[in-house]
């Protein structure tokens, strides 16, 4: 006569995805634009993983506008960590988005510009942006527009006499945030203030 041996619960077919399994566009979704979702968690999946990347690139364009700005977002702060990881999608920073009229999304621009290596005719569209974002209504966006510029300036004489007219008119503006992001220019680029 054959036993039948006790056995405990079936295991389940399905289970849970591992962190690093997890869909970054769910970890972006949800909230208002000053919240940031599960944007920390995001990053540290692709920092952990980095062929994740191209799946955070092809956020930017989400139909959702807080998940694109948030995954521009990451990608920022990634390519001031790891620029080559970005390099094969540095398009997003020159494509649409560089054109959108919130704010947020400019300064992300603005700021991953200089950390990339661009071609002759990505560099003219790079300058083009930088250039209109110099005189954006939002102060953030114009110092990092203005500091940005000022990179690009270290290795072509030709972009300073324009910094250095930003730098006389950020002195003016009253603005103490301008300000104080011109002296930091003037440190980079070994200029001195003028007297007034």
Same mark, same amino acid.
């Given at each position: 006569m054959?036993?039948t041996?006790?056995r405990g619960?079936a295991?389940?077919?399905?289970?849970?995805?591992?962190?690093?399994?997890?869909?970054?566009h769910?970890l972006?979704?949800g909230?208002d634009r000053?919240?940031i979702?599960?944007?920390?968690r995001?990053?540290?999946i692709?920092?952990?993983?980095?062929s994740?990347?191209a799946e955070?690139a092809?956020?930017t364009d989400d139909?959702?506008?807080?998940?694109?700005?948030?995954a521009?977002d990451l990608?920022e /702060?990634?390519?001031?960590?790891?620029?080559?990881?970005i390099?094969?999608? /540095?398009?997003?920073?020159?494509?649409?988005r560089?054109d959108?009229?919130r704010?947020?999304?400019?300064?992300?621009?603005?700021r991953?510009?200089?950390?990339?290596?661009?071609t002759p005719?990505?560099r003219?569209r790079?300058?083009?942006?930088?250039?209109e974002?110099v005189r954006?209504p939002?102060?953030?966006?114009r110092?990092?527009?203005?500091?940005s510029?000022?990179t690009?300036a270290?290795?072509d004489a030709s972009i300073?006499?324009?910094v250095?007219?930003?730098?006389?008119?950020?002195?003016a503006?009253?603005?103490?945030?301008?300000?104080?992001?011109?002296?930091?220019i003037?440190a980079?680029?070994g200029i001195?203030?003028?007297?007034?």
């Amino acid at each position: 006569m054959a036993t039948t041996l006790a056995r405990g619960p079936a295991p389940e077919v399905g289970f849970a995805p591992t962190p690093t399994a997890a869909p970054l566009h769910a970890l972006l979704t949800g909230g208002d634009r000053r919240s940031i979702a599960q944007a920390p968690r995001a990053l540290a999946i692709v920092r952990d993983d980095p062929s994740r990347v191209a799946e955070l690139a092809a956020l930017t364009d989400d139909e959702d506008p807080l998940v694109a700005q948030r995954a521009l977002d990451l990608l920022e /702060k990634l390519a001031h960590e790891h620029p080559d990881w970005i390099q094969p999608h /540095k398009r997003v920073f020159i494509g649409p988005r560089a054109d959108d009229e919130r704010w947020e999304i400019r300064l992300q621009i603005v700021r991953a510009l200089p950390l990339l290596t661009w071609t002759p005719s990505e560099r003219r569209r790079v300058l083009t942006i930088l250039r209109e974002n110099v005189r954006y209504p939002q102060t953030f966006v114009r110092a990092w527009a203005l500091d940005s510029l000022s990179t690009f300036a270290v290795d072509d004489a030709s972009i300073r006499p324009e910094v250095r007219r930003h730098l006389r008119a950020f002195d003016a503006s009253g603005s103490k945030a301008l300000a104080a992001r011109a002296r930091h220019i003037r440190a980079r680029l070994g200029i001195r203030r003028q007297p007034r």
